[in-house]
């Protein structure tokens, strides 16, 4: 089983808090899917 690591830049949390909301949960995403399938995107 792969490791479920994921890293943030620090600048990530400069951004606006929406879209410091959409980068966690398109990386938790990845925690599930490894890849931008459309399985991943639903
Ligand atoms: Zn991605």
Do not use: G, Q
Not at 9 to 35: G, N, Q, W
């Amino acid at each position: 089983m792969k490791e479920n690591k994921i890293e943030f830049h620090p600048r990530c949390m400069e951004f606006s808090p929406a879209v410091a909301d959409y980068i966690i949960v398109h990386e938790l995403c990845h925690t599930v899917h490894k890849d931008h399938s459309k399985a991943f995107w639903s």
